[in-house]
């Protein structure tokens, strides 16, 4: 089993920057990718970022490109989600999720694992 917890969230006005992290703990040898989802009020879960635990590679869902960077730091079982420029529309409880298998990863049943989510309200 594997455990994540995250932690950053808070409120934010418009413009400004939250770093979101997530700490994995457990079985971690059985991770393969970190992903980050988020899902606004009253919508459905998104895909927002995802890092390979093993190795450099990164994917973006599109709206986020430029705007968010997901890193990881093997040492402290930690990924981070550096998340700038941040809009009303970003208001959403983020989650951190892990999956044990190569594949889509875009897609939150592709994942065995989650966190109890973060909290971030950006106002206008």
């Known amino acids: 089993q594997v455990q994540l917890v995250e932690s950053g969230g808070g409120l934010v006005p418009a413009g400004g920057s939250l770093r979101l992290s997530c700490v994995a703990s457990?079985?971690?040898?059985?991770?393969?990718?970190m992903g980050w989802f988020r899902q606004p009020p009253g919508k459905e879960r998104e895909f927002v970022a995802g890092?390979?635990?093993?190795?450099?590679?990164?994917h973006y869902a599109d709206s986020m490109k430029g705007r968010f960077t997901i890193s990881r730091v093997n040492a402290k079982n930690t990924v981070y989600l550096q998340m700038n420029s941040l809009d009303p529309e970003d208001t959403a409880v983020y989650y951190c999720?892990?999956?044990?298998?190569?594949?889509?990863?875009?897609?939150?049943?592709?994942?065995?694992?989650w966190g109890q989510g973060t909290q971030v309200t950006v106002s206008s």
């Open positions: 999720a892990a999956k044990r298998t190569i594949g889509r990863v875009i897609t939150s049943n592709d994942y065995h694992y």
């Open positions: 890092i390979l635990w093993g190795g450099d590679g990164t």
């Open positions: 457990g079985d971690t040898f059985n991770i393969y990718f």
